[in-house]
C-alpha cells in the first residue's frame, strides 16, 4: 500500500499569512494527488485533484504542486474560514489513501 | 446539484453487520462517469478507504477489510450499500459515501460526500 505522509500535523498562523503544508507519498504517484479541506463536523470537500488543479468554486487563494513523491499545498493568503484540516490522497494505486492530515488554526 | 445521504442504525453490537445505505439524489447512480465509495474517519483521525461500487456492479474492496465488506447497489432506488460483518469496536467512526468522479484526462477524486454517520460498535 501507498503511505502518504503529511507534514505538518498541525500549525497556527495569522489572518493573512502564507501557509504551506507538504505530503510525501511512499513510492511515486505521478500526479495522482488530490487535497481536501475539512471543517469540524463536516465532511471533507475537495480543493485540489491531480495535484494543482482548483476545484470549481475554490478561491485561488487555494494551490497545490508537485509530482512524484514529493507535493506542495499552500494557501497563499490564510483567512479565517480556513480553520479546518487539510488532508492529501493519492488514487494512483489502490487502494486509494490518504495522509493524517494537517490541523491549521488561527 | 448532486446530493448523497447516509442511513443506517448508529449502533451495532460486537460480531454483528453493520448496515448503511447512501441515497443520491440529483443525479443517476447508473452512470460509467462515477465510483460510488464508502470512506470512513475512526474518532478524531485520519481518513480509511473502504471501497467502491461501479454502475455495473463491479466492486473493489481494500484488502484489510475485503473477507468482511460487501458494496451494492440498487438502481431502482438510485442507493448504494454497505455491509460490514463481524464487527468489533475497532469499527467505529464515522462512515462516509461519496462519489469518486473519473474524468477523460485520468483525474479522479471524492467530489460529492455524505454528511456522514457514527456508527458505534458495543454491547
Known amino acids: 500500500d501507498i503511505q502518504m505522509t503529511q507534514s505538518p500535523s498541525s500549525l497556527s498562523a495569522s489572518v493573512g499569512d502564507r501557509v504551506t503544508i507538504t505530503c510525501q507519498a511512499s513510492?511515486?504517484?505521478?500526479?495522482?494527488l488530490n487535497w481536501y479541506q475539512q471543517k469540524p463536523g463536516k465532511a471533507p470537500k475537495a480543493l485540489i485533484y491531480?495535484?494543482?488543479n482548483l476545484e470549481t468554486g475554490v478561491p485561488s487563494r487555494f494551490s497545490g504542486s508537485g509530482s512524484g513523491t514529493e507535493f506542495t499545498f499552500t494557501i497563499s493568503s490564510l483567512q479565517p474560514e480556513d480553520v479546518g484540516t487539510y488532508f492529501c490522497?493519492?488514487?494512483?494505486?489502490?487502494?486509494?489513501?490518504f495522509g493524517g492530515g494537517t490541523k491549521v488554526e488561527i | 446539484q448532486v446530493q448523497l445521504q447516509e442511513s443506517g442504525p448508529g449502533l451495532v453490537k460486537p460480531s454483528q453487520t453493520l448496515s448503511l445505505t447512501c441515497n443520491v439524489s440529483?443525479?443517476?447512480?447508473?452512470?460509467?462517469?462515477?465510483?460510488w465509495s464508502w470512506i470512513r474517519q475512526h474518532p478524531g483521525k485520519g481518513l480509511d478507504y473502504i471501497g467502491y461500487v461501479f454502475y455495473s456492479g463491479s466492486t473493489y474492496y481494500k484488502p484489510s477489510l475485503k473477507s468482511r465488506t460487501s458494496i451494492s447497489l440498487d438502481t431502482s432506488k438510485n442507493q448504494f450499500s454497505l455491509k460490514l460483518s463481524s464487527v468489533t469496536a475497532a469499527d467505529t467512526a464515522v462512515y462516509y459515501c461519496?462519489?469518486?468522479?473519473?474524468?477523460?484526462?485520468?483525474?479522479?477524486?471524492?467530489?460529492?460526500w455524505g454528511q456522514g454517520i457514527l456508527v458505534t460498535v458495543s454491547s
Open positions: 513510492q511515486g504517484i505521478r500526479n495522482y
Open positions: 490522497q493519492q488514487y494512483d494505486k489502490h487502494p486509494l489513501s
Open positions: 491531480a495535484a494543482s
Open positions: 440529483g443525479g443517476s447512480i447508473s452512470n460509467n462517469a462515477y465510483y
Open positions: 461519496a462519489r469518486d468522479t473519473i474524468s477523460g484526462s485520468g483525474s479522479r477524486y471524492f467530489d460529492f
